[in-house]
């Protein structure tokens, strides 16, 4: 499905970037009950690199349904601040963007590795307030503690006190970005747990529900097998035997 813009509003500037076309949400809710793991591998099988959001990791979890997040791609751009004008200037502005974001999106922020926190928890409580799934930054973070006793999920590089107020603006919302390596489209789908996110394009999206469902049956059978004592070479027979000798055997598994 592609983003279409609405359009243009001379008083509402967001307006242009809504994300009307959305993926199917069964196929979103199907896709979050995979671990990541399984999700990159079946991602490789279908030909589809540089899935991975380098870098970042749950940083406000305390349980493991706080360290994982799923839902739809809103993107916003970060650039290092002109300096012509304030930051009550600045294009867009995040608070604005999760106000506009429907209940389980997901806000993917490109901070190009900053080393400035672009979550707070001010922030965390309109996400909250807005039902959103999570957020994911190639930045840092601030106020975790707040955080993670609100149980919301936010995945980043690090912590730190230090603001990107006056040091980034966002300059372009809902449009492709490259976050930690990887490039986000808005509608994407936007998987996170504690092996860190992976992005699936939304144009493979039906062709990866497939091969999940093909995966996690071998992956019950390797458990079988692994607890039976079935020869090694066996296992991986039989692996490359269901996974038609591609050689895409279970990773680290």
């Known amino acids: 499905m592609e983003t279409k813009d609405a359009q243009i509003d001379s008083d509402d ?4 970037h809504a994300l009307v076309d959305r993926p199917e949400p069964d196929l979103v809710a199907e896709l979050g009950r995979n671990t990541t793991a399984d999700i990159s591998d079946s991602l490789v099988a279908l030909g589809v690199r540089n899935h991975v959001i380098r870098g970042v990791r749950p940083l406000t979890s305390e349980s493991d349904s706080a360290a994982h997040l799923c839902g739809c791609a809103v993107t916003l751009d970060f650039v290092p601040a002109s300096g012509i004008h304030d930051f009550a200037a600045a294009p867009f502005f995040s ?5 506009r974001m429907s209940p389980g999106d997901v806000l993917v922020m490109s901070a190009k590795g900053s080393e400035h926190a672009f979550w707070g928890g001010h922030m965390a409580r309109r996400a909250i307030a807005r039902q959103i799934a999570g957020g994911v930054v190639d ?5 975790r503690l707040a955080i993670r006793e609100a ?3 936010v995945f980043a590089l690090g912590v730190t006190p230090d603001t990107m107020l006056d040091h980034y603006e966002a300059v372009a ?3 492709s970005i490259e976050c930690g ?3 986000v489209t808005p509608g994407d789908v936007i998987v996170g747990d504690d092996d860190g996110v992976v992005v699936v394009p ?5 062709d990866l529900v497939v091969e999940l469902r093909r995966r996690v049956e071998l992956e019950t059978w390797m458990s079988e097998a692994d607890t039976s004592d079935v020869p090694a ?3 991986y027979s039989e692996i490359l035997r269901r996974r038609g000798s591609h050689g895409d055997d279970a990773g680290s598994s």
């Open 151 to 153: 149980g919301f999920a």
């Open 95 to 99: 608070s604005e963007v999760i106000r």
């Open 13 to 16: 500037p967001y307006a242009a």
């Open 139 to 143: 930045g840092r973070i601030r106020d």
């Open 233 to 235: 070479h066996t296992v």
């Open 173 to 175: 919302y809902n449009r």
């Open 181 to 183: 390596g990887a490039s």
């Open 202 to 206: 939304r144009t493979v999206l039906p």
